[in-house]
């Protein structure tokens, strides 16, 4: 009855992992911070209806934060953390042009890393939560979920499925959409010392999950059904894509740093690495959608504002039927390195 975009995030200093996801991969690979999503495109999008809201509800964004970001963060007061992230999120909800949901953004530290297994979607951690706080975390999200048009029964669901998380040690990074106009964002994070890597990847990764919470139409189910149920279909990976553009791009405003220079200089990196020219993972889509922009073939606005999300654009405009996403898909790829910059060649630009 829900649809999920997950997006597990690793943050150990030497270890990368192999993650799922249930709507599409990303992957992320630091010095000081490797945040390892595998991206083979195994579909696996939930298939079930979205729940069509009748219920209305004040969209916003709601942020319940039980750990600490950084090490740097007093252990006894979680405050300038929390500070720090609401800023992230302020960010992102300024630059919608509209917003249609009440969102719920819940973070929480892990310890070390245990083993790849315990959850269907995550690996498993040691806890760091008190039993107390593990309480506190689900009486605020129990509160949040009575705002919804999720059944009692429906909410005492879920309460049982995040307490499995908090209790166990799940490194839970996900969006879930739990009805057409409510979203739940959950993320565990690992902290190491910071490097200049995670200063930038971790607002880079909230920003990115919080936009798949503000992307309308993951919520609505018509358009979930055209982009199921279409071969020549490219949404999912525009949804991701898009979701990565947009939160490196902001982490970059926020950082003073050229967020989308350091994205292109990723996906520079992991195709020198893998040679692999298949656009599918999310993080290649980033630039192919950077690509499109530059070729004038799509305005940036439309994602740094969501309203490329807004009316199931991604397919209508941006289907295999495009003749010029079909350029972009073997154009891609084609990023040169110029000192610390990154650019596409001229033959990708068409020049």
């Not at 997950?6 to 990303?26: A, M, R, Y």
């Not at 939160?247 to 990723?266: I, S």
Request: hydrophobic share 35%; proline share 2%.
């Amino acid at each position: 009855m829900e649809q999920t975009v997950v997006t597990p995030l690793f943050i150990h200093l030497k270890q990368n992992k192999v993650c799922n996801l249930e709507i599409l991969f990303s992957c992320y690979e630091e010095v000081y911070l490797f945040i390892n999503i595998f991206f083979l495109f195994i579909s696996c999008a939930s298939d079930e209806e979205v729940i069509d809201n009748s219920k209305e509800v004040v969209p916003g964004v709601k942020l319940v934060n039980s750990g600490h970001l950084y090490t740097n963060c007093d252990p006894n007061d979680t405050v300038y953390c929390t500070n720090e992230m609401q800023t992230w999120i302020n960010k992102g909800v300024s630059m919608m042009k509209t917003q249609n949901a009440d969102v719920l953004v819940v973070t929480w530290n892990v310890g070390k890393f245990v083993s790849e297994d315990g959850f269907d979607k995550y690996n498993t951690h040691e806890v760091l939560l008190t039993s107390p706080e593990i309480e506190s975390i689900l009486s605020k999200i129990s509160d949040w979920l009575k705002g919804t048009c999720l059944s009692t029964n429906q909410q005492s669901e879920h309460i049982k499925e995040y307490r499995n998380y908090l209790e166990n040690g799940a490194d839970a990074s996900s969006q879930f959409v739990l009805c057409s106009n409510s979203r739940i964002v959950l993320a565990a994070f690992e902290t190491k010392n910071p490097g200049a890597n995670e200063g930038r990847d971790i607002p880079a990764f909230i920003t990115h999950e919080l936009y798949h919470a503000f992307q309308q139409d993951l919520g609505n189910q018509s358009c979930t059904n055209t982009r199921e149920g279409s071969s020549s279909s490219n949404g999912r990976a525009i949804v991701e894509g898009a979701a990565v553009y947009f939160g490196e791009y902001a982490a970059g405003q926020l950082m003073n740093y050229d967020g989308v220079n350091r994205m292109l200089g990723k996906i520079y990196n992991d195709f020198q690495g893998s040679g692999d020219k298949s656009i599918e993972a999310g993080l290649n889509w980033g630039a192919g959608l950077r690509l499109m922009i530059e070729r004038n073939w799509l305005n940036e606005s439309s994602i740094l504002d969501g309203s490329l999300f807004h009316n199931c654009e991604t397919e209508t405009l941006y289907t295999n039927a495009n003749e010029n996403i079909v350029k972009i898909k073997d154009l891609w790829y084609m990023i040169e390195k110029d000192g610390d910059n990154y650019k596409f060649s001229d033959q990708a630009l068409g020049n």
